[in-house]
């Protein structure tokens, strides 16, 4: 007994064609309502990537982690290396965080410099920094990158001694250090 199957049934084309446009509709669909929510949220997503931003040890600085962000490397702090410099007044904390964030907690003596606010609030924050400060950045820890981005910018302004705290506000809190 031999069976037979027409081709037709083995590889029905018509459907195939519907379930691809169907395919085609749906990600548009879908990918519409993504761009749109991305816009409208208080931080979008670049369209256009940077440098993904990397830590690792910088061999320069006595074996002290660095971030290293396309050719430029910042240098950073640890929660216990951010603590001992909190009491040297030469150091200024720089909170990169949203001006809410950082009214319902920070650092003690922390200026605050909103990365999305940045050339809004730099006049007032400016007069508070001196060339020869240490300046150490913090956010949000973790995936928060304002902190990398204020360090370059004040980098690129001229300031010498600029470090990000990677551990930022949630890791300082939670050690249970002084807060403001």
């Known amino acids: 007994m031999t069976v037979t199957m027409a081709h037709a049934d083995w590889f029905p084309a018509q459907r195939w064609g519907r379930a691809v446009v ?35 040890y910088d061999a320069g600085a006595a074996g002290s982690p660095g971030v290293v962000a396309g050719t430029e490397v910042i240098r950073t702090v640890t929660l216990d290396q951010a603590a001992a410099m909190s009491f040297d007044p030469s150091v200024v904390f720089i909170d990169a965080r949203d001006a ?51 360090a370059r910018r004040l980098t690129r302004a001229g300031y ?9 506000w ?6 249970g250090f002084p807060t403001e």
């Open 100 to 150: 809410s964030e950082f009214a319902a907690g920070h650092i003690p003596g922390a200026v605050s410099l909103p990365y999305h606010d940045y050339d809004r609030v730099w006049p007032e924050v400016s007069p508070k920094l001196a060339p020869d400060n240490t300046i150490i950045a913090y956010c949000e820890g973790g995936g928060c990158e304002s902190s990398i981005q204020i």
């Open 22 to 56: 169907a395919a085609v509709l749906l990600s548009a669909a879908f990918g519409s309502v993504g761009l749109v929510r991305n816009l409208l949220s208080e931080q979008p997503l670049p369209f256009i990537a940077r440098p993904p931003v990397t830590v690792q």
């Open 160 to 168: 010498r001694s600029v470090l990000v705290f990677v551990g930022g």
């Open 170 to 175: 949630p890791a300082w809190r939670d050690a």
